[in-house]
């Protein structure tokens, strides 16, 4: 397993909790639609969730984090279920290029994908109001489209840029 996705595999096999259960006792730090979630190990994430229409179910939970200097690691954690020969990726809506990510693993509930993001992109994304992540749920069916957010991305990335493991 690659050393870079330690942080998001460790919070993906820890659990099905709620993300707010995961924080550390020190509040939350909200940017816009981002959350800083405090690892046990003293790294840090930034988190979100993204619910269907109705909020009752989660379609994916995203998360980035901090990965070589100037570069991220961008996880999507999706239901179980999910076609994996489909694949899953991200584009802007202005534009029609998609950025694939790479399947990583399953468990019994979720399946995680990945992918490193270097400082161009980054900064793209930064710049951008939102990305749209598509992915096919199930095999056979058509795949479903979602809206992610960016807002609030650059002042969360400031801030973990900040977050230091202890010791």
Request: glycine share 10%.
């Amino acid at each position: 397993m690659r050393q870079w996705a330690w942080p998001v595999l460790a919070l993906w096999l820890a659990g099905s909790g709620s993300l707010g259960a995961q924080q550390n006792a020190g509040g939350r730090e909200i940017f816009r639609d981002w959350e800083l979630l405090h690892l046990p190990q003293g790294e840090c994430l930034l988190v979100q969730q993204v619910l269907a229409r109705r909020g009752e179910v989660a379609i994916a939970d995203v998360y980035l984090s901090r990965s070589e200097a100037g570069s991220a690691l961008l996880s999507v954690r999706v239901p179980v279920g999910v076609s994996l020969a489909d694949g899953i990726g991200y584009r802007y809506p202005d534009r029609p290029e998609v950025v694939p990510l790479i399947w990583q693993s399953c468990n019994s509930g979720t399946c995680l994908a990945q992918i490193q993001i270097t400082g161009k992109e980054l900064a793209r994304l930064q710049a951008a109001r939102e990305i749209r992540i598509a992915f096919v749920p199930v095999r056979d069916a058509r795949p479903l489209v979602f809206s992610l957010s960016l807002m609030g991305l650059t002042r969360g990335m400031q801030r973990l840029a900040a977050c230091q493991p202890d010791g």
